[in-house]
């Protein structure tokens, strides 16, 4: 199993990282079917639109697609359906009662294998302002270029 430990995970919400600041993530299960754990291996999943809430003291994803298996005929399941993700009761709690300050949000930040279960990182997290992203980009660019400038300093 430690060539799972390294493995990169199946999906990410990268728009997640450019649109939030995360603030807090958590580790946590999903419950799934058959078919949708055979089209999760296979990578045919996307977490780009999709959110988390938290409903009757249960948190459930809501929008992930997850592509219908090819040779799952009358098996398959809905793309879009509601799926339910499995967390401590103490971590719903502190999850629904950070969330009912204003401003905050759950996003999905990926899906990977650990130990052959799939699990599902959940961030709480705030939303940017342009000026933010902004900023963002900014700093990559000095990054990135500083590294450049590095680069060709060594082939000097």
């Not at 499995?86 to 300050?101: D, M, R, S």
Request: aromatic share 8%; with cysteine.
């Amino acid at each position: 199993m430690a060539a799972e430990k390294n493995a990169p995970p199946v999906s990410a919400n990268r728009q997640a990282y450019h649109d939030y600041f995360i603030h807090e993530t958590y580790e946590c299960g999903i419950a799934l079917t058959g078919t949708e754990v055979k089209s999760i291996r296979a990578g045919r999943v996307n977490l780009r639109d999709s959110f988390a809430r938290v409903q009757k003291g249960e948190v459930f994803l809501w929008n992930a697609h997850i592509s219908p298996y090819e040779q799952g005929n009358i098996f398959n399941h809905d793309p879009l359906r509601t799926r339910k993700l499995l967390l401590h009761k103490k971590e719903i709690l502190k999850i629904e009662n950070t969330l009912k300050t204003k401003g905050y949000t759950l996003v999905p930040l990926k899906m990977y294998f650990r130990h052959g279960k799939i699990k599902v990182e959940i961030g709480l997290a705030t939303g940017k302002k342009l000026y933010d992203k902004r900023q963002d980009m900014a700093a990559k660019e000095a990054k990135r270029d500083l590294a450049r400038r590095i680069k060709e300093q060594r082939y000097d």
